[in-house]
């Protein structure tokens, strides 16, 4: 089960390597949004060719596979980087992976969740990963298709459990650490454009009522719009670990990068194997 969390879904590239060298056989794999894009293309058979891609992105890399546009449904249309992948991997069908796939996404017009268990892979993992207001929707069949996690950040719910299975959850929005600041707001890519000097500025006419700067004047609005899902997705997937707890939990602080920081791909995946060893002997 790999939850969504931008960048910081590069940890479920260590936690699964963790789980294959302690001898674990992965069964099934249900992500959602980053959580969905690691998970596919591990049920593909390319989880190495991925890890070592992400391991060469520097901060201009990531700018650059930015693909922005002007509308009024988000700034990013986020086909670039997946059609990169597909030129790698060709064309991929759920159904004929290497390993039982779903992936989640949210229908905004039935307010309900999408689980695709068939179908093109990438069409399933733009959808799963459109952050509302970041990203363009995705419009098919009737349907007005965004992020899996602005309903269902950790989608155990999915999960059909058979006897001597072990769930293993990795919550991308764990408790974060005090040797991280929650947001960097004057880091930005080295390329700056127009739009993106836009989405940093911050915000000077943040007052309180008794005239001063609010504790919130230094974020853009960006930034406020990401931490607001951010805490939402907290909300729900504490209610889900409620309901549906897994056998056992990976939880990667939420501080420990910010949504676009491919760049940190190398410090992700090692917090991701670190944080997997230790849940694991917990377990035992």
């Not at 509308?71 to 990013?76: I, S």
């Not at 960097?184 to 993106?196: D, F, G, Q, T």
């Not at 997705?233 to 949504?259: A, F, G, K, W, Y």
Request: charged share 20%; aromatic share 8%; with cysteine.
């Amino acid at each position: 089960m790999l939850g969504s969390g931008g960048a910081r879904g590069l940890a479920h590239i260590g936690v699964i390597e963790v789980l294959e060298e302690n001898g674990f056989e992965i069964a099934s794999v249900i992500g959602c949004s980053m959580g969905a894009v690691v998970g596919g293309l591990y049920a593909a058979g390319y989880n190495q060719a991925y890890k070592e891609w992400v391991l060469t992105l520097t901060r201009s890399a990531v700018f650059n596979l930015l693909d922005f546009t002007f509308t009024r449904q988000g700034f990013l249309k986020g086909e670039k980087v997946f059609n990169l992948l597909r030129e790698v991997t060709g064309p991929q069908e759920i159904e004929n992976l290497k390993v039982p796939f779903t992936a989640v996404a949210t229908d905004m017009l039935r307010n309900e969740e999408v689980n695709y268990t068939s179908g093109d892979l990438y069409k399933a993992l733009r959808a799963s990963i459109a952050i509302p207001g970041v990203f363009t929707p995705v419009l098919e069949n009737g349907q007005f298709l965004v992020d899996g996690g602005v309903l269902n950040p950790l989608p155990l719910n999915l999960v059909r459990k058979k006897e001597n299975d072990l769930v293993v959850a990795v919550n991308l929005n764990g408790p974060a650490t005090e040797d991280r600041p929650m947001l960097k707001v004057n880091e930005r890519p080295e390329a700056v454009s127009a739009l993106w000097k836009w989405m940093h500025l911050t915000g000077q006419d943040t007052q309180n009522a008794s005239g001063d700067f609010s504790p919130l004047s230094d974020y853009s609005l960006r930034k406020l719009l990401l931490l607001a899902y951010q805490m939402t997705q907290d909300r729900l997937t504490s209610l889900m670990l409620q309901v549906h707890p897994p056998d056992v939990l990976v939880e990667i602080p939420v501080n420990s990068c910010s949504i676009f920081e491919f760049y940190k791909a190398k410090s992700q995946i090692e917090l991701g194997r670190e944080i997997c060893r230790k849940a694991l002997l917990s377990y035992t």
